[in-house]
């Protein structure tokens, strides 16, 4: 089969997942993309793409190995799940977007603890950076209005000031590092299983960003990025992405992976201030709090991209 055959079946699959997508959109808000498309359907595509290693594996194996990341299915918030049923194909209903599929991100890397619950998943964005995943410690965000005028300086004075006031009422931890546009909060005295009421409580107690707050409830686990954005290193966001449809995406891909990765290697992605309250870190969460510190260069002094 040669590329051009491969992108049309890939162009014809999609038409018809459209389309059967439009026909069933008064049904059930929870549909998997079996049920979109029909295992018939899909498993023909699949079989015809047998073939096509790309990212190293069939098209079917890069999803199987792919983590959701979607915000919207039909209209509902997906908020009855954990970090574990992102994982994987079937069971993961898709929502209406542009492509009507693939609202996922590459595994870079996990890992599940003595139960067998995961602790962390990392997954590349499709602007390209890493992201750590985790319903195990808590993450918050809060955004400077880098244009209002007020110094800096004088914002992470007041946010600091509120987050300390917050952490010693409640006898918590949490570690204040400093982002490009403001601040990152991780909580270490406890370790969650979901984002809960408790998460709402500190957000509105120093003024987190919203959208942050809201996403962590639909995603059901803390994001935090740990590597540069690329714009911000000078380069644009790739124009191919996971999944890969042919063999020339992969190797622009990894092309590109290779220039962001020197370019990033320059920068980090936030600056460690203090830690505020009692201080104390769980030994669950001294693994996570390293792995992020690490892959962010926080402790470097390097520049905050």
């Known amino acids: 089969m040669n590329s ?13 997942l459209v389309r059967r997508q439009a026909d069933t959109k008064h049904s059930s808000p929870t549909r998997t993309l079996h049920d979109l498309v029909g295992n018939d359907d899909l498993d023909d595509f699949f079989i ?18 792919s983590f959701y ?27 209406s977007n542009e492509y009507n599929v693939y609202e996922r991100e590459a595994i870079v890397d996990k890992l599940e603890n003595n139960h067998g619950r995961l602790e962390y998943v990392i997954t590349r964005s499709k602007a390209g950076f890493e992201v750590l995943n985790t319903s195990a410690m808590m993450v918050v965000d809060i955004d400077f209005d880098l244009e209002s005028g007020v110094p800096v300086e004088a914002q992470t004075a007041s946010s600091v000031a509120k987050i300390t006031g917050w952490a010693h009422r409640e006898n918590w931890s949490i570690r204040i590092y400093r982002t490009h546009s403001g601040l990152r909060l991780i909580t270490t005295h406890l370790a969650y299983e979901s984002v809960d009421e408790s998460f709402d409580a500190v957000c509105a107690a120093v003024a987190a960003d919203a959208m942050f707050q809201e996403l962590c409830h639909v995603q059901s686990c803390f994001r935090a990025r ?14 191919c992405f996971f999944p890969f449809n042919n063999a020339e995406e992969e190797e622009y891909f990894a092309a590109w992976l290779e220039a962001y990765s020197a370019e990033s290697a320059q920068y980090g992605t936030c600056r460690y201030i203090t830690t505020v309250g009692n201080e104390i870190i769980l030994p669950r ?3 996570l709090v390293t792995l992020h510190d690490d892959s962010t260069k926080a402790h470097s002094g390097l520049p905050i991209r």
């Open 4 to 16: 051009t055959t491969q992108v049309d079946d890939t162009h014809d699959f999609f038409e018809k």
């Open 48 to 65: 015809k793409q047998n073939s096509r290693h790309f990212y190293g594996k069939t098209v079917k194996q890069q999803l199987t190995d």
């Open 69 to 95: 990341v979607g915000r919207i299915l039909d209209g509902f918030a997906m908020t009855e799940t954990t970090i574990e049923h992102r994982m994987g194909t079937d069971h993961i209903s898709e929502p």
């Open 226 to 239: 740990l590597t540069p954005k690329p714009k911000r290193c000078g380069l644009i966001s790739p124009e």
């Open 285 to 287: 969460l001294l693994p």
